[in-house]
């Protein structure tokens, strides 16, 4: 059983900057490949950022690239995503998700089987 909390998120404006968490309930946290999810209001969740097991490699939506930053603290069973530069379109909930097969690059909603119960980022102008 995966279970996943997701913390850091909250109400900042335009340009700054969030932290947010995922502290993950697994016994072998370093075998997992962990990304970040996304979904606005009245939009379909989207791939933001993934990284593979063991801090291998990692992979951002164009949407993300530069400003946002994916890693892992295997010691702590915990993903980041460091997020800067913050835009009004980055406003929505945020999800923390897991699988063991396959590598970082899969954006696909569906093939991520582990599902945090998300965390709301909020960008004002």
């Known amino acids: 059983q995966v279970q996943l909390l997701e913390s850091g998120g909250g109400l900042v404006q335009a340009g700054g900057s969030l932290r947010l968490s995922c502290a993950a309930s697994?016994?072998?946290?370093?075998?997992?490949?962990l990304a970040w999810f996304r979904q606005a209001p009245g939009k379909q969740r989207e791939f933001a950022a993934a990284?593979?097991?063991?801090?291998?490699?990692?992979y951002y939506a164009d949407s993300v690239k530069g400003r946002f930053t994916i890693s892992r603290d295997n010691a702590k069973n915990t993903v980041y995503l460091q997020m800067n530069s913050l835009k009004p379109e980055d406003t929505a909930q945020y999800y923390c998700?897991?699988?063991?097969?396959?590598?970082?690059?899969?954006?696909?909603?569906?093939?991520?089987?582990?599902w945090g119960q998300g965390t709301q980022v909020t960008v004002s102008s």
């Open positions: 697994v016994r072998t946290f370093s075998i997992y490949t």
């Open positions: 990284i593979q097991y063991a801090a291998g490699s990692t």
């Open positions: 998700a897991a699988k063991i097969t396959g590598g970082s690059a899969e954006t696909r909603v569906t093939m991520w089987p582990h």
